[in-house]
């Protein structure tokens, strides 16, 4: 029996199915699945041996209060059960974004910053090889002074049917915002935003947004959920990072492992979350569990730029609906 902290996952969706897998390729026994479907949650604890599931974040605190948890509810509700867990002093990880609206985001802040207790922001392309390589890179001044950081994310039509109500800013294009500060080593000061819908779809398929940081570095992110319904929704991004020395770029277009057969095309998400449960999420989880024993001194991602990235994205969204109006932010300290 594995002595290590007693994990919750709540959420018994894809990504919540994928911590409980990673928790386990780190060795790290998950002791309690939480959501509100006892069919979901009950097939995950099967899958995975998870010895109990609750229906609610008020029943596994009321039952015992876990060591640490990861917070993977769908995105309005990242509040109310991050704030829960936060109150109760339990150290969290919550998945990408840390919520759906500033005001959302800025209650988690406060609620782990009144309890002096570890509230991660899960985005893990900070702890995917080829990206931190690339930091590396940049950090260490061998691109010169950062002039411009560029990326591209592109999925299938299926993400409009899937999130019919959430706007990209908010769901895929936070990758995008969360590498733009993490390369261009600044806060977003200003940004303009275009976005586009297709028929049938109620929130844009394409968002190109421009947002200047405040040591003047430029980026530029573009979004779309234009892909044919059938591709496989593999990790096909780019990010590209201008300096006065060079340029640098990690380029995911093609997919580490892709199947196309008859009955159907494959394409694993092999570099971040594979089957396993390793790559880069199990690299984020061993940084959480790190950073609660004290372990890991400096966060990778702090919970202030967590927060900066849902003020970015809320500004795209507002900006693409006032038709590319500027929209400023205050310079936050991070």
């Not at 002595?3 to 990504?15: E, I, N, T, W, Y």
């Not at 060795?27 to 949650?41: C, I, K, M, S, Y």
């Not at 015992?64 to 990880?93: E, F, I, N």
């Not at 090889?129 to 260490?140: G, I, K, Q, S």
Request: charge should be neutral; charged fraction near 20%; proline fraction near 7%.
């Amino acid at each position: 029996m594995n002595s290590g902290p007693r994990v919750a996952v709540l959420g018994a969706g894809a990504f919540g199915t994928r911590h409980v897998a990673a928790y386990r390729s780190l060795g790290v026994t998950v002791d309690a699945v939480v959501d509100p479907d006892p069919v979901a949650r009950e097939h995950v604890a099967r899958q995975y041996g998870v010895g109990r599931t609750f229906g609610t974040v008020t029943e596994l605190l009321a039952a015992a209060r876990p060591d640490a948890a990861s917070v993977c509810v769908p995105g309005p509700v990242h509040r109310a059960v991050a704030v829960a867990l936060l109150d109760a002093g339990v150290p969290v990880l919550v998945e990408k974004p840390l919520a759906t609206t500033v005001d959302d985001a800025a209650a988690i802040v406060a609620a782990a910053q009144a309890h002096d207790v570890l509230c991660q922001p899960g985005h893990i392309l900070r702890f995917s090889p080829a990206h931190r390589a690339l930091y590396d890179t940049v950090h260490a001044g061998g691109l010169g002074q950062v002039l411009a950081v560029s990326s591209r994310r592109d999925r299938p039509r299926a993400l409009s049917r899937l999130f019919p109500h959430e706007h990209p800013a908010l769901l895929t294009a936070v990758h995008d915002i969360d590498l733009a500060l993490w390369y261009a080593q600044a806060p977003v000061v200003e940004v303009r935003a275009a976005a586009r819908t297709r028929p049938g779809s109620v929130t844009p398929v394409l968002v190109w947004a421009e947002l200047r940081h405040a040591n003047d570095v430029v980026s530029s992110i573009r979004n779309s959920y234009l892909l044919p319904e059938h591709a496989p929704n593999h990790t096909d991004d780019l990010v590209e990072v201008y300096g006065t020395d060079g340029v640098g770029h990690v380029d995911l277009g093609r997919p580490t492992l892709l199947v196309q057969a008859a009955d159907r095309t494959q394409a694993p998400d092999w570099l971040l979350s594979p089957a396993d449960g390793g790559g880069a999420l199990a690299a984020e989880l061993r940084h959480f569990l790190r950073r609660i024993d004290g372990g890991d001194p400096t966060p990778v991602v702090p919970l202030a730029d967590g927060l900066h990235v849902v003020q970015v994205a809320a500004a795209i969204a507002a900006s693409a609906a006032a038709g590319g109006a500027t929209h400023r932010i205050r310079h936050t300290s991070r």
